[in-house]
């Protein structure tokens, strides 16, 4: 039986570990061609390939800082000249630095805000003339709960940068939804990743922070993508759907 993703092509950024390697193992599984978009891991994005090609499918590793404009651009036309084209981009590729506003600014805050937003729009810039000109396309956004508002202390200005994201996604719904292609996001809560586990979180009290009393796996995320990327959702558009088995700590009831 085919998979929900056979004959499509698949690009994911920043996916040579945590989520992004989730994502991109789930779309190959389901059948896409996988490209496996890095910036300094070039072994790991390699190890993503491999097990990928392993499991009978196909992916090529690709290095890009989607941060810059140019490289953004060289990433989905490189992709496109292999490929033939892009139907499924995954904005995963994401920058987190703690900081309270007035003491984060300068080359961090710039280097969030270059990634996690400009690195955003540079792909879809470049990916959506080729999904406009076939009238098809799925775009899917890894962004954040801290964008919808969580009372995590030393987050705002990344929170600013997610916050940017989510309505960023609504915006690019509107305006490419005439053409075939939908836009969501999808909202993590606290992912056991190697990230977390560097940023000295307790496991167990992020856990008490959910519903479910548990912290999410990097596979639950690329679930959802999978759903969003998949024609299961084609009358799904401008959505953010929260990850986050339940998180119960935000900082009001307003929407």
């Not at 945590?18 to 978009?37: P, Q, S, T």
């Not at 396309?137 to 990344?158: F, H, M």
């Not at 596979?219 to 009358?235: G, K, N």
Request: hydrophobic share 50%; with cysteine; charged share 20%.
């Amino acid at each position: 039986m085919a998979g929900r993703l056979e004959g499509k092509v698949a690009l994911v950024t920043g996916a040579s570990r945590g989520i992004g390697r989730a994502i991109a193992l789930a779309l190959a599984k389901e059948g896409a061609v996988a490209v496996v978009n890095y910036v300094a891991r070039q072994a790991e994005a390699d190890r993503v390939v491999a097990e990928i090609q392993f499991g009978g499918g196909q992916a090529l590793a690709l290095r890009a800082d989607i941060g810059r404009e140019a490289e953004a651009r060289g990433l989905v036309e490189s992709a496109e000249r292999r490929f033939g084209r892009i139907d499924v981009l995954v904005n995963n590729a994401g920058v987190f630095r703690p900081g309270r506003v007035g003491a984060l600014g300068g080359k961090a805050l710039e280097q969030m805000m270059a990634v996690n937003v400009q690195g955003v729009l540079h792909c879809v810039e470049a990916a959506v003339p080729g999904m406009r000109a076939r009238r098809y396309g799925r775009i899917v956004t890894v962004s954040s709960i801290a964008g919808l508002g969580t009372a995590a202390v030393d987050t705002t200005p990344y929170a600013m940068t997610k916050a940017a994201v989510n309505v960023l996604t609504k915006r690019l719904a509107l305006e490419l939804g005439p053409h075939g292609i939908t836009v969501n996001a999808v909202c993590p809560g606290f992912i056991a990743t190697e990230m977390a586990a560097r940023s000295g979180a307790s496991m167990e009290a992020m856990a008490r922070k959910s519903m479910l009393g548990l912290v999410g796996a990097p596979e639950d995320v690329a679930h959802a993508v999978l759903y969003l990327a998949s024609d299961e959702a084609r009358f799904v558009t401008a959505q953010v759907l929260t990850v986050d088995g339940g998180r119960m700590d935000f900082l009001s009831h307003s929407g």
